[in-house]
């Protein structure tokens, strides 16, 4: 089905020809329509889906039919949880506007750099202001905009949105909207607070929900392999020799951990860099800038980067440390394989992390076999979970003392302190 019968005119069309999209993705067939319409929007799609196009064109469409001529004043507002796809969606949004006449204007805003420039961006007004929830409460305690004519509100990855803590602020910008608007929102997961969030938000909207089908799964190839947790840095670099990926991103648990094993690798003479929340926003735009233009082989990144960010082929992503949760694990994998390529996702499961991996597996409904590979073969067992009582009444791992236990413990060790010292020598 062509972009031309999805009810867009003729200059959107152009615009996603432009931008090398041939026909629309599923979530794009689902939505530009019921967005054209007017209608609310509640997208369920998975990462890489096309979802920024399936609500960029429509709005846009919406924007130009509706522009007054008069001064420029925010029609359009898109919350996102963070500084990187502010500026990937804004530049989305600025790519297609270009094709259009009259020219829309799309302000790009978040925190983390100077607001000044960004003041000096929103003079004038804009059409468009594509923003983190922070950053423009700023803007607006300055005056440096108004949100009293937004007429279409989208909330990109609004899970993300809320697992930020981002929750206080959105009822506050809410709140400085007009209650008539179209509102569009667009979330991977949907825990009970996200649906919340949209049971509140949307009249009426329109699901669209691209089904996890073999069609249009993104097609990544998902491996779990076993190895040390000493020697997955050389692991990871005779994996990268190996298949002489062009770039990947490797997953860590902490900031530490994304310089050190950058470091060991860079050493090694792999270009490696660390990208995450403790770099500057100057650092953190470089490196993603550089990683896109192939200047750096591998990244190694905490989950700073498993949301959202857009790399077009990314051959593989790496599981160094495993995520926390089974949601995590499917953002991460969906830095690869994005927009029909194909992708590799690997998991490196040491035995301490052996029965974390199994739970996630159950939640994605997966059974990945244990590979090993030659020269890495594990050689570690899982340590023992810790015990927690010393009465040896059978501890649970993660579990802590309750009252009752403590109680029990005092009172045994004043039974204890009040036995004779003679009689404690005897026993
Ligand atoms: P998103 O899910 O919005 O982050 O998009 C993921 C990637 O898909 C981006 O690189 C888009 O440029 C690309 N994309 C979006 N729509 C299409 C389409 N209709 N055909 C081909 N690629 C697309």
Same mark, same amino acid.
């Given at each position: 089905m062509p972009f031309a019968s999805l009810g867009l005119s003729p200059a959107l069309v +152009?615009?996603?020809? $432009?931008?090398?999209f041939v026909a629309p993705t599923p979530i794009q067939t689902g939505a530009i329509p019921a967005i054209l319409q007017g209608a609310d929007m509640l997208g369920a799609a998975q990462t890489g889906s096309g979802k920024t196009a399936a609500f960029a064109l429509p709005l846009l469409q919406q924007l130009q039919l509706s522009a007054t001529g008069g001064p420029r004043r925010v029609r359009a507002l898109v919350l996102v949880p963070t500084r990187e796809l502010a500026a990937q969606v804004g530049e989305v949004l600025?790519? /297609?506007?270009?094709?259009?006449?009259?020219?829309?204007?799309?302000? =790009?805003v978040f925190g983390g750099v100077s607001?000044?420039?960004q003041m000096l961006g929103l003079r004038g007004g804009a059409d468009i202001v594509v923003a983190t929830p922070g950053r423009l409460l700023d803007?607006?305690? +300055?005056?440096?905009?108004?949100?009293?004519?937004? #007429?279409?509100?989208?909330? !990109?990855?609004? @899970?993300?949105?809320?697992? /930020?803590? %981002? &929750?206080?602020? /959105?009822?506050?910008?809410l709140a400085l909207l007009p209650a008539r608007r179209q509102n569009l929102f667009l979330s991977a997961t %949907? *825990?009970?607070?996200?649906?919340?969030?949209? !049971?509140? /938000?949307?009249?009426?909207?329109?699901?669209?929900?691209? *089904? +996890?089908?073999?069609?249009?799964?993104?097609?990544?190839?998902?491996? #779990? =392999?076993?190895?040390d947790a000493s020697r997955r840095t050389q692991l990871l670099r005779h994996l990268v020799k190996e298949y002489n990926w062009s770039r990947v991103l490797v997953f860590v648990a902490t900031q530490y951990a994304a310089e050190h094993v950058a470091e060991k690798l860079y050493k090694a003479g792999i270009f490696a860099s660390p990208f995450h929340g403790g770099l500057s926003q100057g650092a953190r735009n470089q490196?993603?800038?550089e990683f896109k233009d192939e200047r750096w082989q591998v990244v190694v990144t905490t989950d700073l980067a498993?949301?959202? =960010? @857009?790399?077009?082929?990314?051959?593989?992503?790496?599981?160094?440390?495993?995520?926390?949760?089974?949601v995590d694990y499917v953002h991460r994998i969906g830095r690869t394989g994005r927009a029909g390529e194909s992708g590799m996702a690997v998991s490196f499961v040491t035995a301490d992390a052996e029965a974390h991996f199994r739970l996630i597996e159950?939640?994605? +409904?997966?059974?990945?076999?244990?590979?090993?590979?030659?020269?890495?073969?594990?050689?570690?067992?899982?340590?023992?979970? *810790? &015990? &927690?009582?010393?009465?040896? &009444?059978?501890?649970? $791992?993660?579990k802590r003392p309750s009252k009752k236990d403590k109680l029990r413990a005092a009172a045994a060790a004043a039974a204890a302190a009040a036995i004779p010292a003679a009689d404690k020598k005897g026993s």
């Open positions: +152009h615009a996603a020809e $432009k931008a090398g600025r790519s /297609l506007a270009q094709h259009l006449q009259p020219p829309l204007k799309v302000a =790009i607001i000044n420039p803007l607006v305690e +300055h005056n440096a905009l108004r949100l009293s004519a937004v #007429a279409h509100l989208v909330l !990109d990855e609004a @899970d993300r949105l809320l697992d /930020l803590g %981002f &929750t206080e602020e /959105l009822q506050r910008v %949907f *825990p009970a607070a996200v649906q919340a969030l949209a !049971d509140g /938000l949307l009249s009426n909207p329109v699901r669209v929900e691209v *089904p +996890h089908t073999p069609g249009n799964e993104p097609a990544i190839e998902q491996r #779990a =392999i076993a190895v490196v993603l800038q498993a949301r959202g =960010i @857009d790399i077009s082929q990314l051959p593989a992503v790496v599981n160094y440390d495993l995520p926390r949760s089974a159950k939640r994605q +409904h997966l059974a990945l076999p244990r590979e090993q590979i030659a020269g890495f073969e594990p050689t570690e067992v899982a340590a023992p979970p *810790p &015990t &927690t009582d010393p009465q040896g &009444t059978g501890g649970i $791992k993660g």
